[in-house]
């Protein structure tokens, strides 16, 4: 089952595009204003604070950086900004409100929408190993790669930040999911395969998630060979919505792992309240551990609380020998890095060492 409103990217400007826009003062309509009237737009008034702007699609650029620059941070968050075809304004347009800024990040990042409905993505996959025996892998992690009309990656963080800021970060994030699976199941990938995804991006877990796991479903993958890693794990600040995305995968019998632990908000009140299958050391723990003794110290507590309530612990971002060995001898289940691997493209099924016999 697909879940069409993330997929679907609405268009918001069109040959001639009329602009509904709610100022929070009659200061900031007089600008507003002043800024149709300067640069040649029609213009409308409804009451003080609201007003209708008519363009054409090669004037919005111009007009959107005129606002952003005329408006400061806090009345471009709370002056609201629909668009229409025409002069008519119904109930159902009340679904694609912006606020302002958001609306300017969204007209700015029209590379990612572009990138996204020509499908110029990827998944690329990095291995992880076994501690005590580095050369096995015990699974995958999928990474999701944007390009941008050239074929350029474009890096990762920047879509995703761009996406957040953009309402975007729905749609970017469930193809992204969606990438994984499919790329796993067609590189036919042993071991289980880890799979990220931002708990803001969900709305509703048993909603929002049914796309991912039908995708799994339908590309024959098992549930037990699926991990669930959560990123970007220190803005998740509800607790109990947190809570129900891992209940959700934990019922339909995937795995869960959170990422960056040791890290700002990720820190042991995440494994005491969310209990998960698999913990990701933060790379910053990890890099020169083996020169730092205060590392150690936290490092040996963290993998200890682990091992005690049976949670499997990745060192993740390992870029040398020592670091892999300190981190082993400490008791590390796992260990990933570009010292063992970079992430990379997955290989046809018949040349894939990593992959399942047919």
Not at 202 to 223: H, M, N, Q, S, V
Request: hydrophobic share 40%; charged share 25%.
């Amino acid at each position: 089952m697909d879940c069409k409103e993330c997929e679907t990217i609405h268009a918001h400007i069109f040959e001639k595009t009329f602009f509904w826009i709610y100022v929070p003062t009659s200061k900031a309509a007089d600008r507003l204003k002043e800024i149709a009237r300067h640069r040649g737009l029609e213009g409308e008034a409804f009451d003080q604070t609201s007003y209708r702007i008519v363009m054409g699609r090669a004037d919005v650029g111009a007009f959107l950086t005129t606002l952003f620059g005329e408006f400061n941070g806090q009345e471009l968050a709370n002056t609201k900004i629909v668009t229409t075809k025409d002069e008519t304004l119904s109930p159902s347009d009340m679904g694609r409100v912006f606020q302002a800024d958001v609306f300017i990040n969204r007209f700015q990042s029209q590379w990612i929408i572009e990138s996204l409905e020509a499908k110029r993505y990827e998944t690329w996959f990095q291995p992880i190993f076994h501690a005590k025996q580095p050369d096995q892998a015990f699974g995958q992690e999928g990474l999701f790669r944007l390009r941008d009309a050239e074929g350029t990656i474009i890096p990762p963080g920047h879509v995703f930040d761009v996406a957040s800021k953009s309402d975007l970060l729905f749609t970017a994030d469930l193809l992204a999911r969606k990438s994984a699976v499919e790329a796993a199941a067609a590189g036919r990938l042993k071991g289980k395969i880890f799979i990220n995804f931002n708990p803001s991006s969900i709305y509703d877990p048993a909603y929002c998630l049914r796309a991912t796991a039908a995708a799994i479903e339908a590309a024959g993958l098992k549930p037990r060979d699926v991990v669930f890693e959560l990123t970007e794990t220190h803005q998740a600040r509800d607790k109990a919505h947190l809570k129900g995305i891992l209940a959700f995968y934990r019922s339909a019998g995937f795995g869960v792992a959170l990422d960056d632990i040791g890290s700002g908000w990720s820190g042991l009140n995440m494994l005491h309240e969310m209990r998960p299958d698999y913990v990701k050391l933060d790379m910053d723990l990890v890099r020169d551990v083996h020169e730092d003794v205060f590392k150690q110290t936290i490092v040996k507590r963290l993998l200890q609380i682990a091992k005690d309530n049976g949670i499997k612990t990745i060192a993740e971002g390992i870029e040398c020998a020592e670091e892999a060995q300190c981190l082993t001898k400490m008791g590390a289940d796992y260990l990933q890095g570009y010292y063992f691997a970079k992430p990379a493209p997955v290989l046809p099924a018949d040349e894939n060492p990593l992959a399942e016999a047919s």
